[in-house]
């Protein structure tokens, strides 16, 4: 086949080396080269630049090779993009990659490479996507990257990356996704980030060690779709010009440091789906303008130090609300969640919410999970006309409960877990319990006042 210019073998379940079975078929006109997704083993052939010296597209990815990737590939001097990834490939980066002019996709994600970024990365200057992620690198991040000026996709994640960003960074202009999760980076993320590569549209460093304030410039991202903060040392509050991003859709700031109420203009950042700001010191009353969110779809706050929330809180659309651990959430809010007519999951666990349970709850047909333990909930636990048939975790433990056992739970088909345990409930268990509940596998009822059999 002398004059084949593209072969694809992608996605089939051959197997053996690469050069018994590609031999025959490369030759010095082939362009596009693509045995992804097979079973190929073995070495990657230092002569495959000999036997197709014009090649543009070359993906190996999904198989399993094994050794170094060769040295002798920099030869393929019309390459734009390469694919490695997803294979066993080890011995580290060679210098020599950063001598392909044209490349502009380089993938090696997922590979035990190891070693260190090579610095000469940084004269690939049409490069326009980057990918080393989970490749156990052990590295800082070169400067030189930052001449990566035509790059749209940086993504280092799961490595072990130490040292800070470089301010070169800012260099990247055209930069849209920048993700380096998980490592070690330390130090703040550079001013000159938000104010240059004002065409970022998703910014992940979860997992690491950065430190400081969230600078305001972020609202300069205007394009800005996913901010991942989560799992690092950022302090001060959360800055109020998050609520002037009309296109940020996810917002992870969990685990963190941060102190200060929650900006009430966060209701401001209309396409906003994921919330997540648990495991910091932040205070006062959760805004009732996140009932503006009409595209939210989860609420995370649990684990700080919130008195409270807003009235009128009436996100019709919203099914997952965890504001549990709150040291300092008082009151009877339950009625405003009562309007969350599609709420699926409700944890207000571990906090100091009191009274009376409200019936309304249970006119939440698609809830399935609500958590109320470890509150201050008194009297009896309400009946309704309408019952919710969905919930199937049901946990008002460590409360103040009196009454019989629940009538209520009766019309509860899918129930998997009830747990009642340590309230002052009383009188004989139902009859009903075992036939009105086919699916219950957990049944907590410890430390109440219960007497009589056990039903059978």
């Known amino acids: 086949m002398s ?11 051959l197997n053996g080396g690469f050069m018994q079975f590609t031999l025959n078929c490369t030759n010095a006109r082939m362009r596009s080269l693509d045995l992804s997704g097979n079973a190929f083993s073995g070495l990657l052939p230092d002569s495959l630049p000999e036997m197709v010296p014009r090649l543009r597209y070359l993906n190996l990815s999904a198989n399993a090779f094994s050794g170094s990737i060769p040295c002798s590939l920099s030869k393929l001097q019309k390459l734009e993009i390469r694919c490695l990834e997803r294979n066993n490939l080890a011995g580290g980066i060679p210098e020599v990659l950063g001598m392909i002019p044209g490349l502009r996709t380089l993938s090696l994600h997922n590979n035990p490479l190891g070693g260190s970024i090579p610095a000469s990365l940084g004269q690939l200057q049409l490069l326009e996507k980057l990918n080393i992620a989970n490749a156990s690198l052990v590295s ?15 993504v280092l994640a799961g490595n072990r990356l130490f040292g800070s960003l470089p301010p070169s960074f800012a260099m990247m202009h055209k930069l849209r996704s920048f993700i380096i999760e ?15 590569c004002t065409k ?11 430190g400081g304030s969230i600078p305001s410039q972020v609202s300069k991202w205007k394009e800005l779709t996913g901010l991942i903060l989560s799992g690092n040392k950022f302090t001060g509050s959360i800055p109020v010009e998050v609520g002037s991003m009309p296109n940020l859709q996810v917002l992870f700031l969990s685990s963190n440091h941060l102190t200060g109420i929650m900006p009430p203009n966060i209701g401001n950042a209309s396409s906003l789906k994921l919330l997540r700001a648990s495991f910091n010191h932040l205070e006062g009353e959760i805004p009732a303008t996140i009932s503006s969110l009409v595209n ?8 700080n130090k919130f008195t409270g929330i807003g009235p009128n809180l009436d996100s019709k659309q919203l099914p997952v609300v965890k504001v549990a651990k709150n040291s300092g959430f008082l009151g009877k809010p339950l009625y405003a969640f009562c309007q969350l007519t599609l709420l699926r999951i409700l944890d207000l666990s571990n906090n100091q919410l009191f009274g009376e349970l409200p019936g309304c709850l249970w006119n939440l047909r698609d809830q399935q999970f609500l958590d109320l333990s470890s509150n201050a909930f008194a009297g009896v636990v309400p009946t309704s006309a309408n019952y919710n048939s969905s919930l199937s975790l049901l946990h008002l433990s460590n409360n103040k409960f009196t009454g019989c056992f629940p009538a209520v739970l009766k019309n509860f088909k899918s129930l998997v877990i009830l747990d009642l345990g340590n309230n002052k409930m009383s009188g004989a268990l139902p009859q009903w319990i075992g036939e009105s509940n086919p699916l219950l596998r957990i049944l907590r009822l410890r430390s109440n006042m219960f007497h009589g059999s056990i039903p059978s």
């Open 140 to 154: 800082t991040l070169p400067p030189e990257l930052g001449n990566l000026t035509s790059l749209r996709y940086m």
């Open 182 to 196: 998980e490592n070690s980076i330390s130090g703040t993320i550079p001013q000159e980030m938000f104010t240059n």
């Open 3 to 13: 004059a084949l210019k593209l072969l694809s073998l992608a996605n089939n379940d």
């Open 200 to 210: 970022v549209k998703y910014f992940d460093v979860n997992g690491n060690l950065l």
């Open 296 to 303: 939210l779809v989860a609420l995370f706050l649990s684990d």
